[in-house]
């Protein structure tokens, strides 16, 4: 038998299930008994109890009970197999690399990690990253699949660490660019409702949905989270549309998304927030606008600012849109040489 183990959650392996995580790291060890061993409060994370399906986020410490030795944690070593059309995407959506980071300008419709279903993911393509070193480089936070935009990824564990870090306690700044329906009022603002998950549906919780809650509410309103956006509106198409920027002022599940719905004004294109049916006429709701415009999601992490986890350098990055969005900003005559790259400096 081992005697009792604490191990931390690694920058690649956050919000994943904790049964799921066990059995990856023990595999040995059946589903009943990780079921068994969260009743009787011996698998604990951050020194609380917890069940199988409780979500784990990077660095969280995790107790481990004694286990049979044949249970013990294994290295496990996937192969991953790239195809030529995938490295090369991968490679062509570099934009910045040295030997500590990698910023990537994510597609939109790429998951950052394998779930339910997806099986080709920034995490496993990554391999089409190492850029000569031995392994692959780490993510330290992710993006929605249909959101587009700046990605980290380091490069060893110090910077994997460090990034980490500097993402926890806001040591870095980023900017996303959305349209929505409507045009939002006051025209700069912060959004402040707390979030809470609602279960989805499935086996594996698909469709899970952030309900927003009154500020006032969420300290009586169980595992609801506090959360608040910053936003300011740069155009308007008459009260169809704006391009509006975004400031994760924390950084939630679907925040931006669930804070812009909440004011009736979800981003174009978001069938889970916005409703994928609904019509927008103007009125500030329904996610619909015609056309592509309707169908895939308008938000994109346009921009981040972070000191360099080694150099301590300040880095400032810069993400191309996406081709939908690109075309809509043709359609609508809006230009990025038009506004400023940070609409909140004069609030800092």
Not at 294 to 312: C, D, N, Q, V, W
């Amino acid at each position: 038998m081992s005697g009792v183990q604490t191990l931390f959650v690694g920058a690649d392996e956050g919000d994943q299930r904790l049964d799921r995580w066990f059995r990856r790291h023990f595999p040995q060890v059946s589903q009943g008994r990780v079921e068994k061993l969260c009743r009787k409060g011996e698998i604990r994370v951050d020194g609380g109890r917890v069940k199988p399906a409780t979500r784990i986020e990077t660095g969280q410490a995790i107790r481990v009970p004694p286990l049979p030795d044949e249970a013990a944690p294994r290295t496990i070593v996937r192969r991953e197999t790239v195809s030529d059309a995938d490295a090369q995407m991968m490679r062509n959506a570099v934009l910045y690399r040295d030997d500590h980071l990698i910023a990537l300008n994510k597609p939109p419709g790429l998951p950052t990690q394998g779930g339910t279903g997806h099986t080709r993911h920034v995490d496993g393509l990554a391999e089409a990253l190492k850029f000569g070193f031995d392994e692959k480089p780490r993510l330290v936070h992710r993006l929605d699949r249909d959101t587009s935009g700046i990605l980290l990824l380091a490069r060893t564990r110090m910077a994997a660490k460090a990034l980490t870090d500097a993402l926890r306690h806001r040591a870095t700044r980023k900017i996303y660019w959305a349209i929505v329906a409507g045009a939002p009022l006051p025209r700069k603002g912060t959004i402040k409702f707390g979030l809470v998950k609602a279960p989805g549906h499935g086996r594996g919780g698909e469709g899970e949905k952030m309900l927003c809650i009154h500020p006032s509410e969420v300290a009586s309103t169980p595992d609801a989270k506090r959360a608040a956006t910053d936003y300011a509106v740069l155009s308007t198409l008459g009260t169809r549309a704006s391009w509006v920027a975004m400031v994760p002022v924390t950084g939630r599940t679907h925040q931006l998304r669930a804070h812009m719905a909440e004011l009736g004004h979800p981003v174009i294109g978001d069938g889970k927030y916005g409703g994928s049916g609904q019509e927008n006429l103007g009125d500030g709701w329904g996610a619909q606008l015609g056309g592509e415009m309707s169908r895939k999601l308008h938000l994109h992490a346009r921009y981040l600012m972070l000191e360099h986890p080694i150099t301590g350098a300040q880095l400032n990055l810069t993400a191309p849109l996406p081709d939908h969005m690109a075309r809509t900003w043709d359609t609508f005559g809006w230009d990025a040489a038009d506004v400023p790259v940070d609409p909140f400096e004069d609030d800092i």
